[in-house]
């Protein structure tokens, strides 16, 4: 997916659409609308599950607390397991600090104490 | 051949229209508007056609009925083979027969319908709309009731319709009683069809994975070979067998009728093989002596006595029990379980003892991209298996698995029967000064289980509102309909990533059914409705979980179910596409750098979407969906599960992410 924004403009659009918080100091900032959309669009849901919460043994929980940025970008473009390879041509480097963003942006879910169904278990 | 065979030389030299002969037997009264010749007159009496003696016997006017062997058409009888394989079938009780019918095995069917089904004890027949359900129904069955039913295919075709689900069987080591038709003598086929529906030799398109196969040339024969084959099947490790069974012997009457019959052969009682003493007295030294010892089950549990007996050695032991999901091995609450931690626990392990591992290099090792090996246990643990799989190899078919290379001692021999003789050893070599240490280990090992729920539970809230709804909001929500119940989960859980072993308490052999065995898509649904079929009679709850892709393979099971009234509840976890291959196509799509744009192509189950609730009614199955919010789940279960209660089926259409 060719990142279709400049870094510049990006970061002017972030400046309306909210810019993801308490990032870690290394991770660069990014897009968090854009980035979900890539989320869905270069199909990393379908491992990682829709909010990034992890599906089981097809991919790892990413959200609402990523690995840190260097270890996030490392596992597309150098992936360990059954991790897909992600190049910079199919997913540039302002796209993956886009879904970094994203991940960063995921409120925190409630406690299962609070689920009445969890909390039976 | 024996007297009492139905081999064609002994047949009777009758024509193939046999009016004469079918007049001696006194069978004309099933025969419309014999033809009476100039050499007969009319019998005054109403019966059949009397000779003339003064005149000649007529010529037979064309050489067709001396061409072929032959048959005496027309002519009814009162034994036949086929009553006698209904009771040779019933002398190994088997209860069930399912089928998708076809012409040969007519002779049995007819049987199995018109005098298994109404004379005690009383045979089930069970109508399947393809062969592959018929085996897929018997693999769930065995699972649950630990024993075969029989199944029966038509010869060639129904038999290569069977093939994935036979192979399904062998891999998961499941006992099935197979048979299929097959016309022998050439002669007496159909044109065309009958000889497009024939083989020289029907078993050998499957006789790679199946176990053992055989072609009776007699009813004695087919006595034999029955009990044969059931003595095989059921002789660890378990595993499919094929009889083909001519046509012409399950139709005609037993030769020399009732008086004639065959005796049925007695089954013996079997005795599994076991592990031999001194590698027995060997593992057991190693596992009390082990600071780390992890006991790993695959195919393991075979009978309700097996959970039992791995309960009483890792408690002894007070070690943990990492489980391959084959199988209900191990209670899921138990604090020695510790699935989720195998890794974590291979990588500190000494002693390591596989019992029936599917894949013990897999145990073991774990592969990278480029198919190198990575150790996952340290290179001065010992590492055992106990694996009955190895006593009846074969080499076509790679269900054997990578050879590995890092174990010290194979113990060939069926691990549930080598139990008792370990767990005396363990307990008989256990000193004293070490059960201080094994206390601990066990207290340490159920805190880990402990920590283990929890994070399960802080991992399922992600995504727990989320439509498409998350696997673990499915299965809390069907844990909570099921929990008060005596409830049987009949399907794998590999889709929902194993939710089911992280969150639910299972403590019954009959719990759960674990997978396909060779990953052929296609079984979960007949095979959950096998299960099913098998726990109707002890009155439990059956809840099923299949994929959409799969249930499409067979979507005709639905109706099976509808229409033998078998309680199940099938939840459709629709994620609308052929998931695991999504995953792959982008993982190969990347490495060619062209994105992953273009994936529905290939591998979604969309434009448009499938109704599936709408088929499930077509076919008389109660349903409820699409639901995709997940506020409606719990609601739609409860009123399925109602149904399911009143002993119907019922199907939930769940809009589920990937896993």
Known sequence: ?121 | MSVDGNDRANRPNVGRRGFLKGAALGGVAAVAAPVVSAAQTANPEGGPPKADPSKPRPVAPAPRSEESTVRPEGVTYSSCGGDYMVDVLRSLNIEYFAATPGNTFMGLHEAVVNYGMLTAPNMRSLTTMHEEASVAMAHGYAKIEGKPMACMFHTTVGLQHASMAIYNAYCDRVPIFMMTGATIDATRRFNNVGWLHAANDTPAMVRDFTKWDDTPGSLRHFGESAVRAWKFSMTPPYGPTLLAVDSLLQEDEIPGGEAKRPPIPKMPRISPPAGEEGAVKETARLLVNAEHPVLFAGRYARTPDGMKMLVELAEALQAPVCDGYNRMNFPWRHPLYQTRRQRVLLNQADVLLALEPSDAFGVTNALDHDGNARPLMSPTSRKISISSVELTPKGNYQDVQRYASDYDLAIEADAEATMPMLIEEVRRQMPASRKAAIEARGQTLAKAHLDEINRAKAGAVYGWDDSPISMPRLTSELWNQIQGEDWSLVSDTNFQSRWQQALWTADKPYRYIGGSGASGVGYSSPAALGAALANQKHGRLSVAIVGDGDLMFGPGILWTAAHERIPLLYIVHNNRGYHMEIMQFQAIANRRQRGVDRVEIACNIDNPFINYAGMAKSLGVYAEGPIDNPKDLGPALKRAIAVVKKGEPALIDVVAQGR
Do not use: W
């Open chain 1, 1 to 121: 997916m060719q990142r279709s924004i400049i870094l510049s403009a990006a970061l002017a659009v972030l400046s309306l659409t909210g810019t993801a918080q308490a990032q870690p100091a290394a991770a660069p900032a990014g897009n968090v609308a854009h980035g979900k959309t890539l989320f869905t669009s270069t199909g990393c849901y379908q491992c990682h599950g829709y909010q990034g919460q992890g599906l089981g043994t097809t991919g790892p929980k990413l959200a609402p607390t990523p690995m840190p940025y260097e270890a996030f970008i490392r596992q597309l473009r150098k992936p360990r397991d059954a991790m897909p390879l992600y190049t910079s041509k199919v997913m540039s480097d302002g796209d993956v600090q886009d879904i970094y963003a994203y991940m960063l942006s995921m409120p925190k879910a409630k406690a299962a104490a609070d689920i009445p169904l969890l909390s039976r278990f």
